[in-house]
């Protein structure tokens, strides 16, 4: 494992871990969800761990929204920047993807295969629909979410409207008097602005019917649907969600999907089966070194 600086075309320094399998010509980036990150989610290096160890490396993508709250260094503009779940910018989601694989190209890795995890599950699909890139072999989604249902369960009316009167009084860079989903600090205008505001994220709508399909149905390589049997952002039947997100895709006859016994939506102490999961599923594209 090693620690690596990635810089974003608008001069934003992802800073982030790597495993590096020697001789690989494969190489798996998992994109990770909000405020996933590897010092909260042990998911992220088990499968980084798992990977190394069987001929494939790893990059763990940790994106703009992988912190509350973090400075990071702008080489451009030679200046720090606070940026974060609460101060985040939906607009430049595929900066931060097309900064990890041109790393990942510029290591000289043949085979790149795009994952995410929860939120960045979605964050995927909407990169893929929006670039063709011939290095990028396959696909593992793990957990998405379908973000209006996600919104619903993780914020209330009343919050939407604090945030709205603080952005009426000119208060829109403050950040609220409550934790966004209980769990992160968020200023009024990234509430709306981003969030309420959000159509990027709304490519699996299938519990709420509100979003879209078109993104899973631009999407021309197969892949790896992996979702917990208990998954609360699944709905009721976690293979039915995994199904339907699958027949959009023009190759869904060749995807793989897999419902993990017992996991939940962090696949929390199924570390070890998720990882094996994916490495399973590499093998069987025969993209590992063996």
């Not at 097309?98 to 994952?115: E, R």
């Not at 929860?118 to 793990?142: E, M």
């Not at 399909?213 to 039947?237: F, M, Q, R």
């Not at 017992?262 to 590499?282: D, M, R, S």
């Amino acid at each position: 494992m090693e620690i690596i600086n990635v810089q974003t075309k608008r001069g934003i320094v992802l800073r982030t871990i790597m495993y590096e399998a020697e001789q690989a010509d494969t190489i798996v980036i998992l994109m990770t969800g909000i405020c996933s990150n590897i010092f909260n989610n042990m998911l992220l290096q088990t499968t980084g761990e798992v990977l190394s160890q069987n001929g494939i490396s790893y990059i763990v993508g940790q994106a703009m929204d992988a912190f509350s709250v973090l400075h990071y260094s702008n080489v451009v503009t030679k200046t720090q920047e606070l940026k974060g779940v609460a101060l985040d910018d939906f607009s430049v989601i595929d900066e931060d993807i097309q900064a990890y694989i041109d790393y990942a190209k510029s290591l000289g890795y043949k085979n790149i295969i795009l994952g995410g995890h929860s939120l960045g599950s979605n964050r995927v699909i909407h990169y893929l629909a929006q670039n063709d890139d011939p290095a990028i072999k396959h696909f593992i989604i793990s957990g998405p979410v379908d973000f209006s249902d996600m919104l619903n369960v993780m914020t209330t009316k009343e919050q939407f409207e604090t945030a709205q009167k603080f952005i009426d009084e000119g208060r829109g860079d403050n950040i609220l008097p409550f934790l966004f989903g209980g769990f992160s600090p968020m200023s009024a205008e990234t509430m709306i602005n981003n969030w309420a505001d959000n159509k990027i994220y709304k490519n699996c709508p299938f519990i709420s019917n509100d979003g879209e399909t078109n993104s899973l149905s631009s999407i021309n390589i197969d892949g790896l649907i992996l979702i917990g049997e208990k998954d609360s952002c699944a709905g009721e039947n976690p293979y039915e969600f995994a199904t339907k997100i699958s027949n959009c895709m023009p190759k869904s006859d060749s995807n793989k999907i897999v419902i993990l016994d017992g996991a939940g939506h962090i696949f929390y102490n199924k570390h070890n089966e998720y990882a094996n999961t994916v490495l399973e599923f590499v093998k069987s594209r025969e993209l590992a070194v063996v």
